[in-house]
């Protein structure tokens, strides 16, 4: 695996597929970055496994052993800071972080939605679409702010949705585009190329 001055922590809950998407082109060397830390609120979560077999510290973070979020949260940021991130990815990790992560970490959290935010936010998304009747869907890469799926726009793909899908197929061809733009939104932020004036992102030309 590459090593780069870029560092990434990765807050995982499950799979892990948008993780190795990160991971195969970091391998590819198209993305300028490393993954420092993995963590994730889920013993057994297979992202965990991924990230052990490319030599990647991975850890699993028992929420239990906290009296409450606050404090588990807390706890992450330690890891995080101790492992000196400087862009933090949620991929699949699937608790709210409170105020006080984001706050710390401010502009330096990006996620990946399974929609064309700020269209259907929160959970069920693809049910959601498919209930709504919208002719396409898609993927978004934004950055994480205190209100959920809220933050500034980095990246999004559009995915026509078919009269016959289901939700699972609909997300399937979702998945498939998101492995795309969360590590071409990875590289961009290695790369200095993003920059933030109030809601809208631009992308800089890149220069060496």
Do not use: W
């Not at 922590?9 to 892990?16: A, D, I, N, Y």
């Not at 606050?70 to 101790?82: F, N, R």
């Amino acid at each position: 695996m590459p090593t780069h001055s870029f560092k990434l922590g990765v807050l995982v809950s499950g799979r892990g597929s948008n993780l190795q998407s990160i991971l195969n082109q970091i391998e590819e060397g198209t993305v300028p970055a490393e993954v420092a830390v993995i963590l994730s609120n889920k013993e057994n979560a297979p992202a965990l496994e991924r990230g052990r077999q490319s030599g990647i510290k991975s850890l699993f973070v028992n929420p239990k052993d906290f009296t409450n979020r606050a404090d588990y949260d807390s706890a992450l940021v330690g890891i995080l800071k101790e492992h000196g991130v400087d862009l933090i990815c949620l991929a699949g990790y699937m608790r709210i972080l409170n105020a006080d992560f984001i706050r710390t970490f401010a502009g330096k959290i990006i996620n990946i939605h399974p929609s064309l935010l700020p269209a259907f936010p929160g959970l069920n998304v693809h049910q959601q679409a498919i209930d709504h009747g919208v002719k396409f869907s898609g993927c978004t890469v934004h950055f994480v702010e205190e209100e959920v799926d809220s933050g500034p726009i980095i990246l999004q793909a559009v995915v026509p949705v078919e009269k016959d899908d289901s939700a699972e197929s609909l997300a399937d061809r979702i998945l498939q585009e998101e492995h795309k733009i969360y590590p071409e939104a990875v590289r961009l932020l290695a790369e200095n190329r993003i920059r933030i004036e109030g809601r809208r992102v631009s992308i800089q030309e890149f220069t060496e």
